[in-house]
């Protein structure tokens, strides 16, 4: 009868020790996809990717807390369809770019298996300082490259169709006004500005709010008069004796005047100019009343 083979210390110990951090082993049929080490130089930005600008400060920044702290959270990569081995960012690429000021060697990252292009426009509209004009041309790649319809796209963003359209919109604004707002930045110029003044009809008015937004002077308040509908007539509140054709003029002038000021409009130099001539012109006729009752009118 063969002697019983006692079972060896050595592999026991170390059954034991898999035993213990077994929950910690990637398992084959997980549903998570797991980080792993890339080399800096196998990656590359991806020529897709909506955000255009970065700020130098802020990546040094990002390189510094990085370098101390090390890489807290992968970036997302995909295989470049075009060169084996190679991989493309699918988000993340500040800490790519912090990661090469740091002369590091590799990158942590996690392959990417579902839409880049969703995942990508997805990771950069949860952060704060995406431009409106990157978000507006991110989202119309999107919509070109997908097929999708604004219904579509809205629903895989989390967005209300309303909030598509109204970003979409600006890109009918000139492009040449979009490139210099994309490279200034100007914080004044914010999305409602920018969809509000999208919505008015290409012309006169349009034209002086846009000069304005490329001085970086427009506001808000500037769109709302421009786009506020012409003060309605309020008969009621006329003086019986403005039946002459002046004083209907006036009546008209004071409700613009006073639908301007209510609505907190700014007047040029040249109109204020205007406008002066305008009350002296008001004080000679009111001068001239208090020396007697105006001449009456032929009845020519």
Do not use: C
Request: zero cysteines; proline letters at 6%.
């Amino acid at each position: 009868m063969a002697a019983t083979r006692k079972p060896s210390p050595l592999l026991g110990a170390a059954k034991a020790m898999l035993d213990g951090v077994s929950d910690a082993i990637v398992r084959e049929n997980s549903q998570f996809q797991h980080s792993m080490e890339i080399p800096l130089d196998r990656v590359q930005p991806d020529p897709g990717q909506p955000r255009k600008m970065f700020d130098d400060q802020e990546t040094a920044a990002l390189a510094r807390t990085m370098a101390e702290q090390g890489q807290l959270q992968a970036i997302l990569v995909r295989r470049d369809p075009d060169a084996r081995g190679a991989w493309l960012i699918v988000a993340g690429e500040r800490r790519w770019r912090a990661a090469k000021l740091n002369a590091w060697k590799n990158i942590l990252a996690v392959e990417h298996m579902g839409d880049a292009e969703v995942a990508t426009l997805v990771e950069n509209l949860q952060r704060q300082d995406l431009s409106v004009v990157e978000e507006a041309r991110g989202l119309q790649r999107l919509i070109a490259g997908k097929g999708w319809s604004q219904k579509q796209t809205a629903q895989a963003l989390g967005k209300t169709d309303a909030e598509v359209s109204s970003t979409l919109r600006i890109l009918s604004l000139p492009e040449d006004l979009l490139d210099e707002l994309l490279a200034t930045r100007n914080p004044s110029l914010s999305r409602y500005v920018l969809a509000e003044l999208a919505r008015l009809e290409p012309g006169p008015v349009r034209d002086r709010l846009v000069a304005a937004a490329r001085a970086g002077q427009l506001t808000q308040r500037m769109v709302r008069v421009a786009r506020a509908p012409e003060p309605s007539v309020d008969a009621g509140r006329r003086p019986k004796d403005g039946g002459r054709p002046a004083f209907r003029a006036v009546d008209r002038v004071s409700d613009a005047l006073r639908f301007l000021r209510e609505k907190g409009g700014r007047v040029t130099e040249a109109e204020a100019s205007r406008l002066k001539r305008l009350r002296d012109e008001i004080d000679r006729l009111l001068q001239a009343g208090e020396h007697g009752p105006a001449s009456p009118r032929s009845s020519l």
